[in-house]
Nanobody, 121 residues
Framework: QVQLVESGGGLVQPGGSLRLSCAASGNIFSISAMGWYRQAPGKDRELVAHITSGGSTNYADSVKGRFTISRDNAKNMSLQMNSLPPEDTAVYYC????????????????WGQGTQVTVSS
């Protein structure tokens, strides 16, 4: 089975920064793409940032210029979050599209457990 473990969430003051990390492990043949999503109370889960195995990136309009997604290696990624306003408060989820050794021809989406990011003074 594939497991995604997130770290780096917590409490930060407005205007501050956080760096989220996601580590994938388990029965992984390859990871085609990884991304970060978030869900604020009472709202739908939304895409924050996305990166492909080729290095192409996409960002939500609300975080462009402030967030940077990167692939640290084939199974790890990070999200650098700068100039955080209270509106960025949400549970952030790691996501990846992966192929398993046991079924490498099938692409499956996996999710992390989520990590709380709270921006408050």
């Amino acid at each position: 089975q594939v497991q995604l473990v997130e770290s780096g969430g917590g409490l930060v003051q407005p205007g501050g920064s956080l760096r989220l990390s996601c580590a994938a492990s388990g029965n992984i043949f390859s990871i085609s793409a990884m991304g970060w999503y978030r869900q604020a109370p009472g709202k739908d889960r939304e895409l924050v940032a996305h990166i492909t195995s080729g290095g192409s990136t996409n960002y939500a309009d609300s975080v462009k210029g402030r967030f940077t997604i990167s692939r640290d290696n084939a199974k790890n990624m990070s999200l650098q979050m700068n100039s955080l306003p209270p509106e960025d408060t949400a549970v952030y989820y790691c996501n990846c599209n992966a192929r398993r050794f046991s079924s490498w021809s099938t692409l499956i989406t996996y999710w992390g457990q989520g990590t709380q990011v709270t921006v408050s003074s």
